[in-house]
């Protein structure tokens, strides 16, 4: 069965300081893909990032970087120099597609507040 | 509209009435999901089609719950005899494939 798990509920920070967000995921096919999402207070779901699971490279998008590791089946995501806009629930997110579904697995979320 | 919109935004109804939370994905889109927003907890699948056919209909929890999308664009989940465990924000989302998705802003259905 597919999982993905965010232990971290909330996490507050104050600006400018640099947090990472945890996702770790479960399943047994070799082919996958993961998400992270972004809910800001307005509720629409904004996508981040997807990356399959061939694709082991970390990747860098301005202030926010993704390290996926196989090994531990994580795939973290990193804010350096959180900014007050960055306040958000962010969630993480898995799709098996070969496996005969097309199910989306989301975590819980975790809700980042970045105080001024 | 260049996004994913849902109508009505917000939708009260009393116990045991039957409603329709409506889907108008992004043009072109061929797939199309609805998932379940309960407070604090992240989207529930519950149905996704790929042009006009349900394609994984094993998120939705019971035979109450029905959708549509008889053209292949617009999509329509229906309820039946809602009960007050189905208060929830109802999210649509599309892509072009099973991909990156684009969610729209949400039906929030309050069941009295």
């Known amino acids: 069965a597919q999982k993905v798990t965010q232990a971290q509920t909330e996490i507050s920070v104050v600006e400018k300081e640099d947090v990472t967000l945890d996702c770790v995921y479960e399943?047994?096919?070799?082919?996958?893909?993961l998400f992270w999402y972004k809910q800001p207070p307005s509720g629409e779901l904004v996508f981040l990032i997807r990356?399959?699971?061939?694709?082991?490279q970390n990747e860098i998008s301005g202030r926010y970087s993704w390290n996926f590791q196989k090994s531990t089946s994580s795939f973290n995501f990193t804010i350096t120099a959180s900014q007050v806009v960055d306040s958000a629930v962010y969630f993480c997110?898995?799709?098996?597609?070969?496996?005969?579904?097309?199910?989306?697995?989301f975590g819980t979320g975790t809700r980042l507040k970045v105080l001024a | 509209g260049a996004g994913v919109s849902q109508t009505p935004s917000n939708k009260v109804t009393e116990k045991g009435k039957y409603v329709e939370l409506r889907c108008d994905p992004i043009?072109?889109?061929?797939?199309l999901y609805w998932y379940r927003q309960s407070l604090g907890q992240g989207p529930e699948f519950l149905i996704y089609?790929?042009?006009?056919?349900?394609?994984?209909d094993s998120g939705l929890p019971n035979d109450r719950f029905f959708a549509v999308r008889p053209e292949g664009s617009v999509s329509t989940l229906k309820i039946q005899r809602t009960e007050r465990g189905d208060s929830a924000v109802y999210l649509c989302?599309?892509?072009?494939?099973?991909?990156?998705?684009?969610f729209g802003p949400g039906t929030r259905l309050t069941v009295l």
């Open positions: 989302a599309s892509s072009f494939w099973s991909g990156k998705q684009f």
């Open positions: 399943t047994r096919d070799t082919t996958y893909y």
């Open positions: 990356r399959n699971s061939f694709d082991e």
């Open positions: 089609f790929q042009g006009t056919g349900a394609a994984d």
């Open positions: 997110a898995l799709i098996t597609p070969y496996s005969g579904t097309y199910k989306y697995i």
């Open positions: 043009s072109g889109h061929t797939a």
